[in-house]
């Protein structure tokens, strides 16, 4: 029943609605307070990254979706000998670095070749798709040497698309020294009751202080006359915690408490 209940939910118009519910009533009651903890994990991603080649190739193979005439312009253009039906790398001496450059600059001129081929088309949606990802994953990776030829760029672009088959994955970092790729959940809850108040999830490389400024949106500001911003707005009784007065630089055009840590270690 509750798997049942959860996947009506989630295909619903409105699937967040009993979190909604319960949060407001938990501030009716006067069990959220004007402090909030946030705190952030790693979700990782069950898909393959993919190296550059993988990307690109995979990126003209998914023009598969094209109608009938788009898809011959396409394959019109293309001067690989590579019929791009099949997944995976292409053949190449991959202890050449000469061979491994002739075959990145080939895949990028195919890639090119095929995107010029579709300009001023109306394409159906899935078709704009795979054509979008196509042009994003030539474009993050591949840099143009001064004689014309192009190479696998040095470094990583900062939103580079790591997979085909999740291309809102990301490579994100818990500290310095530990990396993951996928998602990066974030909640903000009341110290003092432990009540979520607010989550959401996001790219890995998302940046910590946006998502931290979105999930304290819900805090009211301080009133005028000092009242605590649970009697300013709401006229309860406030929580039996003392309110902070610091502020945090994450949100320049209101004043936040402080971030506490929970007294639970849950």
Request: aromatic share 4%; glycine share 8%; net charge negative.
């Amino acid at each position: 029943m509750l798997v049942e209940l959860r996947a009506r939910l989630r295909r619903s118009a409105d699937p967040d609605r009993i979190f909604r519910v319960t949060t407001q009533l938990a501030r009716q009651l006067g069990l959220v307070g004007v402090r909030r903890v946030l705190d952030s994990a790693p979700l990782l991603d069950a898909v393959a990254t993919h190296d550059t080649v993988s990307l690109v190739r995979g990126g003209i193979r998914g023009l598969r979706v094209l109608p009938g005439q788009l898809a011959a312009q396409v394959r019109a253009g293309r001067q690989r000998d590579d019929d791009y039906a099949a997944p995976g790398k292409p053949a190449c001496d991959w202890d050449d670095p000469a061979a491994r450059e002739e075959l990145v600059d080939s895949l990028f001129r195919d890639g090119y070749r095929a995107l010029f081929a579709l300009r001023g088309a109306q394409l159906r949606p899935d078709a704009a798709q795979a054509a979008g990802l196509l042009a994003t994953v030539i474009g993050q990776d591949i840099d143009e040497t001064s004689d014309g030829r192009f190479v696998i760029a040095e470094g990583a672009a900062p939103d580079r698309v790591i997979s085909l088959v999740d291309p809102q994955a990301r490579h994100g970092h818990k500290t310095t020294a530990h990396g993951f790729d996928g998602y990066k959940g974030h909640i903000a809850s009341d110290p003092d009751s432990e009540i979520i108040t607010a989550a959401d999830v996001g790219p890995a490389n998302g940046a910590d202080a946006a998502m931290a400024e979105a999930l304290l949106a819900d805090l009211p500001t301080p009133g005028p006359d000092g009242q605590s911003a649970t009697e300013a707005t709401a006229g309860l009784e406030p929580p039996p915690c003392r309110p902070s007065t610091a502020t945090a630089p994450t949100a320049p055009a209101r004043s936040w408490p402080t971030w506490t840590s929970p007294a639970s270690p849950r």
